[in-house]
DNA sequence: TAGATTGTTAATCGATTAACAATC
DNA sequence: TAGATTGTTAATCGATTAACAATC
């Protein structure tokens, strides 16, 4: 599978088409064309058939597209099926939301545990996810390479606690705090989810001009 | 201020500016040229003079920019000084966790109420914050005019929810069920926050090509 | 076969970058 | 004043859309 110089609007766009993709299957929806599914997603037909010629192939000529096998690719393309691993670092109302509520799984993630200073947390278990102590985090990311820290942790704490995640080989981290991160370590990406900016952006959209 | 126009890009930046001349405030820093931001930000110089010639003139030739007022006329711009609302729709884990450690009021909104359908928890009190029963979102809604409903309730629940908030009259929803919401009437925004699209952009970006 | 729809090449559109006169 | 830096106009770059031959 080709994969070479993929702007990051279509990386963004890929996890909806894997979304709709979905729905459409549990909807038990077979095949469907550029132009009908472009119509769901608010894009053109050109828009998704140039996306997807990016990767390859996954179409046929007055056929359209196989529902399931798209979803596959898709699926594949993201990386689903590569077995990544997560850890949680900070399980305060946030960090518990995300184990009790949010199905890593359904993201091709496994969350094997979780990190915190909170004594009165550590050794438990949510959601059949342990709790270990913040000490422990060097020697857990050495012996249990691991591929995404999710940040969860008090601004305050972000910055070192990145550069341990980093220092401990993930590849990535998923950064719920509003902190800036500067990770320089090639290779390592970082994932903003900024809710003051989403939060920001809608408050612009819903303002009257000044 | 003008205001015709401004692109999508654009405004998704806004929040950065602000964010980063905050951050500059803080730190005592009084003026900035566009291109001292612009190397912070990750930007060109010429970029942000762009993006701001959309809204006015904030700079002085020779100078650059002060940055208090900047940062003054990039809040005035995002509405922050509208007095926005904001009610809270499902008081689980992720609710709760915006009540107790999202400042709304960062962003300009007053957090005025919750609501869930759980008898354990209408009537107490987070963070301040009254919980009431859904049953009366209704008549409140009326009674109060409200800006954003903050959507943490269960998938399910999410695209009825949406049809009373916009009955309502909300002006926005801020959207963190992973549900497609079709909201049709004119004026409502809608902005998602969608935590597996964001997940499956990570993997993308740390996955091998297969 | 005829109709439908793909993958890809070319055309268009919009956003980013560069250049520069104006001026603090 | 001379140096710095803006706001804006023009040039470039990249992303989206349109067109169409290939073919199921």
Redesign the interface.
């Known amino acids: 599978?080709k994969?070479e110089k993929v702007s990051s609007a279509v990386?963004?766009r890929?996890?909806?088409y894997?979304?709709?993709l979905t729905?459409l299957t549990l909807a038990g929806v077979v095949r469907i064309s550029s132009n009908t599914l472009g119509k769901a997603m608010n894009l053109t037909a050109s828009q998704i058939r140039q996306d997807l010629s990016c990767f390859g192939e996954f179409g046929q000529q007055g056929y359209g597209y196989n529902v399931e096998s798209l979803r596959n690719a898709v699926s594949?393309?993201?990386?689903?099926?590569?077995k990544?691993t997560a850890i949680i670092l900070g399980v305060?109302?946030?960090g518990?939301?995300?184990m009790?509520?949010?199905h890593?799984s359904?993201?091709?993630?496994v969350l094997t545990a979780a990190f915190d200073v909170n004594p009165s947390l550590v050794g438990k278990s949510l959601a059949g996810v342990p709790v270990y102590s913040v000490e422990h985090l060097n020697s857990y990311l050495q012996s249990t390479p691991t591929?995404?820290g999710v940040l969860t942790v008090p601004r305050t704490a972000a910055a070192p606690m990145a550069d341990r995640l980093v220092a401990g080989g993930v590849?990535?981290i998923?950064n719920f705090t509003?902190a800036?991160l500067n990770v320089h370590k090639s290779g390592v990406?970082v994932?903003n989810?900024?809710?003051?900016?989403?939060?920001?952006?809608?408050?612009?959209?819903?303002?009257?001009?000044?």
Do not use: C, K, T
């Open positions: 599978m994969r990386i963004r890929l996890p909806r894997y979304r709709h729905d594949e393309i993201l990386g689903m099926d590569q990544h305060g109302n946030l518990r939301a995300l009790e509520n949010f890593f359904h993201s091709g993630f591929s995404v590849r990535g998923w509003n800036e990406v994932e989810v900024h809710f003051a900016d989403s939060l920001l952006a809608l408050s612009y959209m819903i303002s009257e001009a000044p």
